[in-house]
């Protein structure tokens, strides 16, 4: 074992132990101490906030989306600040009802609106569907990528990612219900400073600052850090912005946290500072650009190597590691809360809608016994996919944002919307988006009399205009016998 | 519906509608690509706009008293 790989294992090790601690004693909660700030000062508590966008998906895919695309990677920069607009006014919506109703999951909060169990188990499916494959798969992909590189090659990917399953799995089962609020802590200061640290040091080790690094790309490039005419062109990137913008929430785990605000002022005034920590996404590009010309040749999925090649290329193996362990940890903190969410959803918002008068004990079992089947689903998919980290993502996006329309409707007083057309609309949309990426075509090919413009427009959006036209519909046709059956 | 909320249109079209023009790589402006400097110029007055609808906001005043 080389010493990159026994520091990333050493970080593993801490890092389940701090679990086994958390499960002991009482953790503290990570919410209140960074967003409450009381006793520490505000840098620090700035500093944590912005670690906390750090996840795999950023740090690895982010890089290797700057390296392999150019400017289309910049959309990451652009919709978690459009979904904080929305968000000063969506949360406090959800989060009054929530605690009006005393909801705890996203479920709940379409049950209880639209008074149907079949909904809630609907939208259960649909956000399983949506992370597992993509968002969980994108953490194990990470995981085994770094685990990969950090052996120097002699470890295989797909063992790698197999060894970032059984991490998370591991980690999953012995911390429970709460991870260690502490790993999320070293987590957050760790990738903040390796980040940081790299996309200054790297374009200036390379090309002497970074100023000069685009304009060498520029010269090598023509074009490259701009969008291109086709493919991720100009209404790509709207489209794509606009979907991932309102599906930001969509998630169960971060509309979950919705839930745990101590009151509604929080979110707007959230909506004012958490734009400006995007900006430390920038440190990232910065890296996957100074990979551009140092370590060229990686194309598909290898793009994702970027970060990584690039860090072997400039540093000793110690430092590898380090850099190797701050990402196993964005990949490990993030994975095991998903991973959790899934095996919980399933659990208690699908088993429990077909078995009422399960016991809470029973509940808790199967969400236990789920997590390592969904750890190995996960797996293979993450070996049998193909795709970028931020294509993986973005197909999560494709799925999740379809719940959006009935959630808006939802809101509003004197919703005419009804079950029947919230559940004809997501079903909708999920077919569109499942038909279009398993036939891998695009809008153009399906649509052959568009305008070329649109020819490459998000099909996420095009699932979601469909998926509201349909709600609407089935809505208006379905009032009378609605009405009838549960008069409001 | 308070009219100061319709400032939050502003980013949208800001990112949405100015990527349409600001999609070049020259001139750069302290040092980056003109399409990322004007993505990050957003960002920055997203968070003022945020800032100066919550200063605005009636609900945020009452529930500070």
Known sequence: ?488 | MKPVYLLAVVPFLGILGGIVFANRVEPYVFGLPFILFWIVLWVILTSAIMAIIYRLDPANREERQ
């Open chain 1, 1 to 488: 074992m080389n010493i990159a790989l026994l520091i990333i294992a050493v970080f593993l090790a801490v890092a389940i132990f701090l679990g086994i601690q958390a499960r002991r004693g009482r953790d503290m909660d990570l919410e209140q101490w960074a967003v409450g700030g009381r006793g520490f000062g505000t840098l620090f508590v700035f500093l944590l906030l912005a670690g906390e966008i750090y996840t795999t998906f950023t740090f690895l895919g982010g890089s290797g989306w700057a390296y392999g695309e150019g400017g289309p990677a910049f959309y990451i920069l652009s919709y978690g600040c459009l979904a904080y607009v929305i968000s000063y006014w969506l949360l406090p919506a959800i989060w009054r009802y929530a605690k009006k109703h005393r909801l705890h999951s996203q479920s709940d909060f379409f049950v209880s609106k639209y008074n149907s169990q079949a909904l809630g188990v609907l939208v259960s499916i649909v956000a399983v569907i949506a992370m597992v494959p993509s968002y969980l798969v994108l953490q194990l992909k990470g995981l085994g990528i770094i685990v990969s590189i950090a052996s120097y090659g002699t470890i295989s990917s797909n063992v790698a990612a197999l060894i970032g399953a059984a991490a998370v799995t591991v980690y999953v089962m012995i911390s429970g219900i709460r991870s260690s609020a502490w790993t999320a802590v070293i987590k957050d200061i760790m990738v903040l400073s390796v980040a940081i640290f790299l996309g200054l040091y790297l374009p200036f080790k390379f090309y002497g600052g970074v100023g000069d690094m685009f304009r060498q790309i520029q010269a090598h490039k023509p074009g490259f850090l701009a969008l291109p005419g086709t493919g991720y062109d100009v209404p790509w990137f709207i489209s794509t912005v606009l979907l991932t913008a309102l599906g930001f929430y969509m998630w169960p785990h971060t509309f979950g946290s919705i839930f745990s605000a101590r009151n509604e002022r929080v979110f707007r005034r959230n909506a004012v500072y958490l734009p400006l920590y995007q900006l430390i996404l920038l440190f990232v590009f910065f890296v996957g650009f100074a990979a551009i010309l140092q370590v060229p040749g990686l194309t598909g999925d290898k793009v994702d190597l970027s970060l990584l090649k690039l860090s072997i290329k400039a540093f000793d193996p110690w430092l590898v590691g380090l850099i190797g362990a701050a990402g196993l940890l964005t990949a490990l903190v993030p994975g095991s809360m998903l991973l959790m969410t899934s095996a919980t959803v399933l659990s208690k918002n699908v088993y429990r809608a077909f078995a009422p008068s399960a016991s809470e004990q029973r509940v808790n079992r199967l969400a236990k016994i789920l997590v390592p089947f969904i750890a190995a689903v996960a797996w293979y998919f993450t070996v049998n996919s193909g795709k970028t980290i931020v294509l993986l993502l973005l197909l999560g996006y494709s799925f999740v944002t379809q719940l959006f329309p009935a959630l808006i409707f939802s809101l509003f007083p004197n919703n005419f919307v009804n079950k029947w057309g919230a559940a004809a609309g997501i079903i909708v949309g999920v077919i569109i988006v499942t038909y279009v990426t398993v036939a891998q075509t695009t809008i153009g090919q399906i649509l052959p009399f568009l305008p070329t413009s649109l020819a490459d427009v998000n099909v996420g959006i095009v699932a979601l205009l469909a998926n509201l036209l349909v709600t609407v519909l089935v809505s208006l046709a379905t009032r009378s016998f609605g009405a009838k059956e549960q008069p409001a």
